[in-house]
């Protein structure tokens, strides 16, 4: 039988609609593992670009599956107007959708390719790439592959950073401090970076954003060569020319940016602070420059900061009329031996046993009780959820009565997730319990979830 879930589209003439959301459209570009579509919201119209990851080719190569996890981690952390927006995180059996902004401009490369730009206007994108990246480091996300071919520019003519693969967060320091893997396009990378001896990643980002300075002004490269060792040995001594046109200004500002020592070099606060910077910045014009939270109420595996309790989290709670959202890599995770994501998100659910449905979610509660009372449950509704049902048995056992939780959630347009789990009583008597069930919902089961089975 074909799997229902395996593009998780609906056909109407040429169009081909994925989750009953996003009418997908052109390829915009691809790599060896995913895919990056143009697609329009049914809901809204907007144009969004969507990166389809196929599964199967995550779980055999782990670096790949590590930056994966990291980018949406990462998207997920840092919301500012100079960085492409993570809208939705989607995900079959098979495939992971990354529903992101979507940035018309093209690549700020192709400008450069051109010729160098005017002053005005390398400084305008320079500026916005300093906000992004002073907010990211604020994050403490470090973005390591910065370069104009991953600097986007949107119908506005503003900038957009993007491509967070190759991303640092602080859990991945080692015991000094330091980061270690030696990563990034040879002609921006940092010399201690080369040196593969630990680095600052915000010292890393800030030699970059030199480079790309340069060549916004020059419409070249400060560092370059045909032969790679022989351009690493000019970034190791820091030796490079300014060519005529550049100001006196923008000379001292890229001077303190391409330092070789990593600790006598500029910081992104000390570069804000720089008259070369700061020229066309307005007083009133601070929201210009501070990082600034973009609020998303569409992500399905969103959380909101809850100001009152700090860094605390608290998940966004939908309507009663319908059931909640499921954590999407809770349902990759469960889904797919081997490949984990829910270590990204903080939550408390602790699984016992799950099924996929396509039936909807209030048949399939109807059919949940009438399973209890088959089986001599007592039948305790939520009162918070109606898409939470507590069923508590008649008689006593070992550690008192057994209570079993069943909660309904949404995955997808006309995908449910259920989950069983244990609130009270012997945890071998809910064994017993959910090979009890399992029999009477084979009409509604299309998948029991974490077995190697295929059915």
């Known amino acids: 039988m074909e799997d229902p879930l395996q593009n998780c589209r609906s056909v109407a003439g040429n169009r081909h609609v994925i989750f009953g959301k996003y009418e997908m459209g052109r390829l915009l570009g691809q790599g060896t593992f995913a895919k990056v579509y143009h697609a329009r919201d049914l809901l809204t119209a907007e144009s969004v670009a969507v990166k389809v990851i196929k599964t199967e080719n995550v779980r055999k190569q782990g670096l790949l599956m590590e930056q994966i996890t990291r980018e949406i981690a990462v998207m997920r952390l840092v919301r500012h107007p100079n960085v492409v927006g993570l809208k939705e995180v989607m995900a079959t059996k098979t495939k992971i959708y ?5 940035v018309k401009g093209g690549e700020l490369f192709a400008k450069i390719a051109k010729g160098r730009l005017k002053e005005n206007l390398a400084r305008k994108y320079f500026q916005q790439l300093i906000s992004a990246v002073d907010y990211c480091h604020s994050r403490g996300v470090y973005h390591r592959d910065l370069k104009p071919e991953n600097l986007l520019l949107d119908e506005n003519e503003d900038l957009k ?20 893997t030696q990563c990034g396009t040879p002609a921006y990378i940092s010399p ?15 030699w970059s954003c030199g480079v790309i300075l340069y060549a916004l002004l020059a419409g070249c490269l400060p560092f370059r060569d045909d032969n790679v060792m022989n351009m690493y040995k000019k970034i190791f001594k820091g030796e490079y020319e300014f060519p005529p046109w550049f100001s006196g200004e923008a000379r001292r500002l890229i001077s303190k940016l391409l330092v070789v020592d990593p600790s006598k070099r500029i910081t992104i606060p000390a570069v804000m602070r720089s008259p070369w910077f700061s020229r066309g910045i307005k007083t009133g ?20 900061k809850d100001d009152k309790k700090g860094e605390t989290e608290r998940p966004i709670q939908r309507s009663k009329s ?20 829910s270590n990204m998100f903080e939550t408390n659910r602790k699984s016992e046993s799950l099924f996929t449905s396509k039936f909807c979610a209030s048949m399939i509660m109807n059919k949940l009780e009438s399973l209890a009372r088959k089986l001599n449950f007592k039948i305790l509704h939520s009162n918070q959820d109606e898409y939470t049902l507590k069923m508590e048995g008649i008689s006593e056992g070992r550690k008192g009565k057994l209570l079993v939780t069943a909660e309904v959630f949404e995955v997808a347009p006309e995908v449910a997730l259920v989950e069983f789990s244990k609130t009270a009583g012997d945890t071998l008597e809910y064994k017993r319990f959910e090979e009890d069930v399992r029999p009477g919902l084979q009409d509604i089961v299309w998948s029991w979830q974490g077995e190697n089975s295929s059915s």
């Open 322 to 341: 319908s059931p909640r959202f499921y954590n999407a890599f809770e349902f990759i995770s469960s889904m797919s031996s081997g490949f984990d994501l």
């Open 285 to 304: 014009d601070g929201d210009f420059l501070a990082p600034l939270q973009i609020k998303t109420t569409n992500l399905t595996d969103e959380t909101v």
């Open 192 to 206: 201690e970076v080369l040196r593969k001896k630990g680095y600052d990643g915000a010292k890393a980002d800030t």
């Open 161 to 180: 950073v993007s491509d967070f693969g190759l991303s640092a967060l602080p859990e991945q320091l080692r015991n000094d401090g330091m980061l270690h």
């Open 98 to 102: 990354l529903v992101m902004e979507y």
